[in-house]
Each structure stands twice: as C-alpha cells, then as structure tokens.
C-alpha cells in the first residue's frame, strides 16, 4: 500500500520519508508531467513538516529531474524524455525545451567550401567535392549553451545557404526543399578543451572543457549528408542515460 | 546485387570503390566479427590496386570501428559492439576488450568513511551512514585510462573491503558474497577539467580534460547500492552511439 504521510515514530528522518512520498507520487502518476506541483505552504501544511524540510526535498527532487522551477509560476512535474537525446535524433529546440530553456540560434557563419579527407570520408564522396557549411551558436535562455557546425553534401541541397538558419530550422528547410530526412545517425562524445575562438562565442573563460559531439546523419536513402560538430558548454550541458544489465 | 571488384571506367575513385566492397563485406556478414581480414599483399593482388590504396582503405575501416589492427598479428573484423556502453552495464574489462585493449586494475585507496549530504542523498540513504569507498585506477595496454571511485552502501556489503580489488571485480565480490546483483543503472555524462591529484594518476598534463560519468546502479530489490565516479582521460576515451528518427 501507498504511504501518503510521515511516521513520526520511524528512525528515517522526515526529509527522506517525504521524499519517499512525493517522489511516489511523481514516479507512479498520481502527479503527471507538466502538472504544478503543491506550493510550499500547502506541502508544509499536510506533511507537518518545516519550511527547510519541504525545500530540502524539493531541492532533491530538481537536482534528480523529476520537477523543475519556473520563476513567479511555480515547481512543475518534468516529462522524463531527457535520455531520449542519446537515442533519438532531436533538434536543439526540443532538446532545450525538454530542459526547460527558452532555445535561440544565432548564424555566426555560413560558407561552401572543398571538402577535406577527413570530412570526405565521413560522408564517403570524393576529396574537392562541395560542402555547405553553416555555425550557429545556440542559446538556451539567451545564454551561449552550444556551437553546431553543419557540414552537409552541397550536390544533394544545392542552394541550401539561401535561407535564413536564424528563422529556418536546418532540419525542416532539408526536408520541404529537397526532399531529405534524416533519419539515422551516429555519433562519438568526446570531452575536449575550448580553442580560443570557441571560448570567446561561447563567452567562457580559458582553459574550460568543452562536451564535444560528432554526428554523421542519414537520409532514407541511407545517404551520410550531414556532417555536425557540436561544442557544448560543460557548465550547462550534460547527457543523461539509462544502463541495464 | 553485390558488387566485389573495381569499375576502373568508372569516375568514383578506386579507393572510394574498394571502401564500399570492403565494408559491404562486413556489414553484411561475409566477414564476420573476430575473422582476420586477407592480408595487404592478397587485397592488392585481387583488386589490382595499389598499396597506398589498399591502406588508406583499411585506415578509414579502423577509424569507423569496423575492423582493428593486432600488431604481429593481422587485421581483424570487429565486434560491433561498442555502443552497448551506452546501453547495457559492462564491466571494465569488457568494454576493453571490445576496444581492443588490454584491461589492468591498480587499487589506489580503499577506506570506510561516512556519507556527505550529496551521496545520501543519490543512494536514499541518511546523512552519516557509512560508505566503503573503493578508488582504483584503470590501466589499458598498461597505461592510465581512467580512475574509477565507487561509493557503497557498507550496510548492503559489511566487510567489503576486506578482498583486494586489483584481483577481484567488485560486481564479481557483490554478486558472490552479497548477493546483490546491480542490474540498472543511471548516468550523468559531463566533461570536466582534470584536478591535480586526477591528473597525477591519469599520468596526463595540466589543464586537461576528462570525460566524467556519475552514475547510480540499482540492485534487483530496486535499492541504489552503489555511486560511481569515472574520471576518462579523454585523449583516450570517448563514447559511440547511434540514433533514430
């Protein structure tokens, strides 16, 4: 049976008890994602417990995912999806809004440029071929959160520098103009420290380690076309998975 | 149907040609895992193409993992198998040996201290229970890969420390002597800069960075027994995956 209230004779402090409860209540429904948690004083009220107890727990209950605050609206149940970023592919936008930020794209460059061997075999054409490059900085809550560098196959998306990736959403302008889905990928992650250059977009000090991804994506066609480096900011930024046995 | 020799009338480069033949074989079971693969000279020979060919291809086939290279021994197909450290939990032998490194283990401390806040609170368990800690430094082909510090619950494994990790895995230990069987777990994936003392023991320079993963495993009772840390020296390490749509 499902204890909804603290016993004052167990030896297990209140703050664990409490969070024994209302993590249940998170982890078997009762309270669903996206629902507004109770404000304090009614958790302080109904548990008879202290101030510093319920903040403690709720405190426990952030640092593990489970709910998230949300300044002058209140503490929400979070949507436990966080780890699909390590098996689905996801744009920018989700993934930021799963982690609660507010996401934005800034282009710092956009170019066409010969391809060099390392990237010609990733994406198996030929050394010299056209690539179209586009970086963008990615913000989360207006703060530098990443660096995306897209290297795609310029002869599969000819043109494709002509729209606006500060508007466009890379993925979409691939898919309604030429027809490309990317739908399988594989990735390397890798921690690294900031060049110079990326510390400075990325407004940190130096020396910082970076998290660094490199994706080669698919299409249907089961075609390599993109190429992406992404440089996360380690003091935002961090994956998480599930493991068994 | 499937294409084993080079169209020398075609514009697609021969070492591009020779890649996809190689990798057709693989992929699709001709060679499978652990075979060795034929040796330059026979490849040259049935190809008619030239070294320098024949190694760039077989460069680009290690580097996506297909294939690794034993020295004094030959060239061999792969397991493919890497991206299960994402996915299942493995033992640090066994994601060494599918790196193809020679696993080692150095116990650098073992003590029973009592628990901080913040490990009380990822195990679910109060403030000044005790911990056995176990610290120990992971070699592969004999030197420094990463430092892995695991933090138990002592009540769940009393007298733990009494075995000599270098010998004997931990899972091993738990399993034998405790009956615990860790069979879930949760991580964090960050990277991080690479302290003193870290850096000492990885035998790497200052500033470095580290791949840094924390992670909770759950026995078969759902109970969280262990905390682990794992320091990677990232000019080392990295981990694979792969994504869907």
Redesign the interface.
Known sequence: MFVDNINRRSK??FY?QL??ILRGKIVQGDWKPGDMMPPESELIEQYQVSRNTVRQVLD?LV?EGLIYRQRGRGTFVAHPTLEQT????ISFTEDMQQRNFVPGTEVVSSKVITTPIEIA?KL?I?EGEELAVIERLRLADGEPMSIEKSFLVHRYCPNILRYDYALNPLRQVLEREYRI?????????????ASGELAELLKIQM??????IE?VSFSQDSLPVEYLEIF?R?DRY????????
């Open positions: 297990i402090p664990q969070y024994e426990l640092q390590m098996l689905r592919i075999e198996q030929a889905k990317l739908i399988h990928a594989r990735q390397i992650i890798r921690a690294i420290m020396p910082s380690p970076l998290l660094f994706r996360y380690a961090s994956l998480y998975n599930e493991l068994q046995d």
